[in-house]
C-alpha cells in the first residue's frame, strides 16, 4: 500500500510541475522543460528503489502488455488515476 502512495506523490508532483511551469504563460516558460526535468529526475531517484519510478502511464502499460507482466501492475493504474485528479485540483 505504501507503494501506490509513493506513487500518487510523484505523479501528482510532476503534473503539478507541469501545469504551474508549462500551461501558464510568462516570460520564464521557456524554461520549463529544466523544471520538469527536474521534478522528473527527483520523482524517479526517490521511488526507484522503491516501486520502480512509474510516473507516466504508458512507461508501466506498454511494457506490461507487450510482456503480459502484470504482477505489480496493480500499484500504478489506481496510484496514476487518484495523482492525475489531485495534481489537478
Known sequence: MQAVFI???ITAALVFAVIML????HR???FAPIGIGLT????ELFALEFTGGSMNTARSFGPAV??????SHWVVSP???????????
Not at 522528473?40 to 520523482?43: D, K, N, P, S, V
Not at 507487450?66 to 504482477?71: E, K, L, P, R
Open 7 to 9: 506513487e500518487m506523490f
Open 22 to 25: 508549462a500551461a501558464e504563460k
Open 28 to 30: 520564464l516558460t521557456a
Open 40 to 43: 522528473l529526475f527527483a520523482g
Open 66 to 71: 507487450m510482456t503480459s507482466f502484470w504482477n
Open 79 to 89: 496510484s496514476l488515476l487518484c495523482s492525475a485528479t489531485h495534481g489537478t485540483d
